[in-house]
């Protein structure tokens, strides 16, 4: 007997109990979106899953009227992976911060992405620590000035869309939480995908680092410090008026459009290119040069076999070449000893 997938709504995604993240933090734009997008994917509640670590995002998982593991510090990846191996059918997303999936989690985040395991990462970047009250974090400009950098940071910052290309994402996207229109678009998007999703997501912290992205979240000036990326699209912004060119082979540079509209002069945007030489420099945009704009969307978006579509198979393989396993043959298949007494253990015991 089959069962079909009830009709869902926003609120049945809402579970009862306080939001505690401070007035004016970025995650509640974040949280309403992620409620918002949870019913059009038609997935049922309990086969959904959210992951988090340590941090102000790592929060996310109790705001969540799904199934939830709150972790410890940058291991929501490897738990994670191992509720995605023993059941790969559940959707599996994963909330982490700068400091969380970047510091102390960013060799488990880097191996949970090149494995290209089926799994949906959202990095809230607020360039701070801010749970612990606000120290800099992998992501924080250098000069930065905090708790534990008094005299400003000497660090060059991570560049998040670089990590995640660099560890060979099969799909990575940029929003921020002044947009939520464009930030549900680019979950949805993640959601869709087969495969290792990675979405940062530009957020304020009011509290220890006002500002952080002022220029890319202002309403007065996001439409003209963004790129908002559209497959097939030439890479215009600032009502269209300016692109981004390629002059010297992969050098970005700015051009100011013609009034002919012949766009045939820019860079034109495509996530699906197997070659990921070009969604890394458009990952770059703004980020070490801030005279140009940053990109907002989905920057590289490819189809390759999971980590459990290649394990489940290889285990098909290795039963239908060996047979089912003995446990107690493959205890007993080498030399065994009994400690202390120097001498082989008695296999007959």
């Keep these: 007997m089959t069962t079909e997938t009830p009709v869902l709504t926003k609120k049945d995604f809402v579970p009862e109990g306080d939001v505690k993240w401070c007035p004016g933090c970025g995650d509640y734009s974040i949280l309403s979106s992620v409620q918002t997008i949870m019913p059009t994917l038609g997935v049922a509640k309990e086969n959904i899953v959210f992951i988090s670590g340590i941090g102000c995002s790592s929060r996310f998982p109790y705001y969540m009227a799904t199934y939830g593991f709150h972790t410890i510090h940058g291991r929501a990846p490897t738990v994670a ?10 959707t599996l997303w994963l909330v982490t911060g700068d400091g969380d999936g970047l510091s102390i989690g960013g060799n488990h985040t880097m191996h949970a992405i090149r ?11 607020n360039r701070i620590y801010g749970l612990t009250k606000g120290q800099y974090s992998p992501t924080s400009e250098q000069g930065k000035v905090t708790k534990t950098s008094v005299m400003g940071s000497i660090d060059r910052p991570i560049n998040p869309i670089s990590f995640a290309i660099a560890s060979g994402a099969t799909f990575v996207a940029r929003t921020s939480a002044a947009n939520p229109k464009q930030m549900q678009d680019t979950l949805k998007a993640a959601a869709e995908h087969k ?51 390629l002059e010297s082979g992969i050098n970005p540079r ?24 070009m969604a890394y420099l458009i990952g ?10 940053t ?4 920057i590289r978006a490819v189809r390759k076999p999971t980590y459990e579509e290649m394990l489940y198979a290889q285990e098909k393989e290795a039963l239908n070449k060996y047979g089912e396993g003995d446990l107690k043959k493959l205890i007993y298949s080498g030399d065994l000893w009994n400690v202390g007494a120097g001498e082989p253990a008695n296999l007959d015991g």
């Design 254 to 277: 700015l051009v100011a459009e013609s009034n002919t509209g012949d766009t045939s002069k820019f860079l034109v945007h495509n996530p699906n290119n197997e070659d990921a030489t």
């Design 195 to 245: 495969g290792t999703a990675f979405v940062e997501i530009f957020q304020n912290c009011n509290i220890f680092n006002d500002g952080a992205f002022a220029k890319y979240l202002n309403k007065e000036t996001k439409d003209s410090e963004n790129i908002y990326l559209e497959t097939g699209k030439p890479l215009l912004f600032n009502l269209d008026q300016q692109g981004i060119a």
């Design 284 to 293: 770059q945009l703004g980020i070490e040069d801030t005279s140009k704009p």
């Design 295 to 298: 990109a907002m969307g989905v």
């Design 81 to 90: 992976s191992g509720v995605k191996i023993a059941n790969p059918d559940l």
């Design 115 to 125: 494995r290209n395991m089926d799994i949906k990462i959202l990095l809230f970047n």
